[in-house]
């Protein structure tokens, strides 16, 4: 069990320059999302939303072993809840992930893209959509197309777009198609990118903050 700390008021943390991070995975998608995760404060600064392809026929436990794996508190998301620093929001099963301009969530039926629901499409749509260049979206190792549409909406509104590398990558295609848009800023390695994501949550750049 990762010591978690609950009580944090705002001014125990320091205001971030990037709200939200949308995360996507899909096949050997867990361990990619323990490594990055579990590299993370607790006084991470943004708000994290993951989309995980899952089976919509079973019930999901990521949640709660992601929430074992990290210091900061993960939970299924659920429709009505509230965007909170240093939180982690995953997707159900068979439902796609909405993030509002109030920081709201919502949980939707819609029609599956990519063949799969929930999609990092829908997610990184929604999240440009309200947080505009205050987003960074992340993709990690999967075995389909998902997430590429998405990082260019984030990249053409200022957002910025981390995708996992090859070499680390168990499935290659998610990655691959988001680098092919030509809208990724970084291509890094697995154990690299939970170090770049707070570099910029929290100072807005990378250049320097990796080894």
Request: aromatic share 6%; hydrophobic share 45%; with cysteine.
């Amino acid at each position: 069990m990762v010591a978690k700390l609950e009580n944090n008021t705002p001014n125990d943390r320091l205001s971030p320059v990037f709200d939200v991070v949308a995360m996507a995975a899909s096949a050997e998608g867990l361990n990619a999302l323990s490594q990055v995760l579990s590299a993370l404060s607790a006084d991470f600064p943004a708000s994290i939303v993951v989309v995980q392809h899952l089976s919509p026929r079973y019930p999901s436990v990521i949640a709660e072993i992601l929430d074992r794996r990290t210091p900061l508190s993960v939970k299924q998301a659920e429709e009505g809840g509230k965007l909170s620093p240093g939180k982690v929001f995953i997707a159900p099963p068979d439902y796609h992930l909405l993030v509002n301009s109030d920081g709201s969530l919502s949980l939707s039926q819609s029609a599956k893209v990519h063949f799969v629901r929930p999609a990092a499409e829908v997610l990184f749509e929604s999240v440009v959509e309200s947080y505009k260049d205050r987003a960074i979206a992340v993709v990690l190792t999967g075995g389909d197309g998902d997430g590429s549409r998405g990082v260019q909406a984030i990249k053409k509104m200022g957002g910025k777009v981390i995708a996992q590398d090859k070499a680390t990558s168990k499935v290659w295609g998610m990655p691959a198609a988001a680098i092919a848009t030509d809208c990724v800023d970084w291509v890094l390695p697995l154990d690299k990118i939970g170090l770049a994501i707070t570099s910029l949550a929290v100072y807005g750049q990378l250049e320097g903050a990796l080894p």
